[in-house]
């Protein structure tokens, strides 16, 4: 199989086990709840892991660039639809801003490894 598609698979599992250890941050009320402390730290070991095998064959500036700002955007929106959050204008450009980082890498950076 293909080592790029590996390494972006592992980076969209790691992107995913990043948001649901921070919902279940938001879920274990500063540590006060058990088992969503437990599944908080059990998703982010898991999307650190994920992560270092996606770092095999992304640079890692990349990779952490796109693991932050794709978890940025997603929880903010899980912030929204999930915990009834609001984003002002403020907040919609600064995410806006993010995406056209996120696009701008992958699509025109020679950092990219395609």
Request: charged residues 5%; proline residues 3%.
């Amino acid at each position: 199989m293909n080592p790029a598609l590996i390494a972006y698979g592992s980076l969209a599992v790691a992107i995913v086990c990043e948001i649901a250890g921070t919902s279940f941050l938001m879920k274990s009320v500063q540590f006060t709840r058990l088992v969503p402390t437990l599944a908080m730290a059990a998703f982010y070991a898991s999307s650190f892991f994920f992560l270092s095998q996606a770092l095999k064959v992304i640079p890692l500036g990349v990779a952490y660039a796109v693991w932050g700002g794709v978890g940025i955007v997603l929880t903010a929106i899980i912030g929204v639809v999930v915990f009834g959050q609001t984003l002002d204008i403020s907040a919609i450009a600064g995410i806006a801003m993010i995406v056209g980082g996120v696009v701008l890498l992958n699509g025109f950076s020679s950092s990219m490894s395609h």
